[in-house]
């Protein structure tokens, strides 16, 4: 006499074209995967609900548990314990305004040598109570972050460090393209009078299209994935010392680009300088 449960094994067994005793052996297998710390996970979480994987992860090695934050990470997803940020999100390109606005100079341009286009962009990153701005400048043709600030106001003095930045570590610049899109941090007065002064020439892309300053956008991208959504923020302080350490040895030193030989900026840049004196 067949039971139900048994029933129910064999057109499982069936329906996955196995044998019973193949299901058997499985189900006789200790399960060696069971998250046993999720019920102190979950009272860490109840208790601190604004806690993110890594916190809790360090707070279950203070209670004598040895665990990975990557396996951490992976029961917090499963069970829905992960922190939920706010859907709102701020506006860092504000191109509504009534000053001077600049044509695309770098559509269909070609790149051949360092300081002839630089990409500039604005994000946020995300504290535990607040909004923090990053802006960044990248050279176009070694995709070598050549300047950056970090503000708590997404304003032109914000742009405008950055850009002191580039123009200090890169030194003659005069010719050079600078494109942004049309915000008003790039706009504004001061900041195209630096320019100028510079010899750098302005170009921005079109209002509402991405593809116009998609370098800059990709460069935010790789910022994001590869170190801010790693990390957890309390201070700017923290924010600060992480990204000047991820632009400054990481990704300018390190990290290699497929668009430039699979080599990191720096190294390619240096290639290049090698090549010109020989």
Request: a positive charge; hydrophobic letters at 35%.
């Amino acid at each position: 006499m067949i039971t139900q449960s048994g029933l129910h094994i064999t057109q499982a067994c069936n329906a996955l074209s196995i044998a019973k005793p193949t299901f058997y052996r499985w189900n006789r297998q200790p399960n060696k995967d069971f998250n046993a710390e999720l019920p102190l996970m979950q009272e860490i979480a109840f208790d601190f609900p604004r806690y993110g994987y890594r916190r809790i992860t360090h707070e279950l090695r203070r209670r004598g548990i040895a665990v990975n934050h990557k396996r951490v990470l992976r029961i917090m997803k499963e069970n829905n314990l992960l922190v939920k940020r706010k859907k709102s999100k701020p506006i860092t390109t504000q191109s509504n305004h009534g000053l001077p606005k600049y044509p695309n100079l770098v559509k269909d341009l070609a790149i051949t040598r360092t300081n002839q286009a630089w990409v500039a962009d604005i994000t946020y990153i995300w504290l535990v109570r607040e909004f923090v701005y990053l802006a960044v400048i990248m050279d176009l043709f070694s995709r070598c972050c050549v300047g950056w600030a970090l503000s708590r106001n997404p304003d032109s003095q914000l742009t405008l460090s950055a850009l002191r930045m580039a123009i200090t570590q890169r030194g003659d610049v005069a010719g050079c393209i600078h494109h942004s899109d049309q915000g008003v941090q790039y706009a504004a007065h001061d900041y195209v009078q630096r320019l100028m002064k510079a010899g750098i020439k302005p170009s921005m892309g079109e209002v509402g299209n991405s593809y116009e300053n998609a370098f800059a956008e990709s460069f935010i991208k790789t910022i994001k994935y590869e170190e801010v959504y790693m990390n957890e923020y309390e201070t700017i302080a923290d924010v600060q010392k992480n990204i000047k350490q991820f632009i400054e040895e990481v990704y300018n030193k390190k990290r290699l680009h497929s668009s430039i030989g699979y080599k990191p900026p720096m190294e390619f840049e240096q290639e290049v300088l090698n090549k010109s004196l020989t």
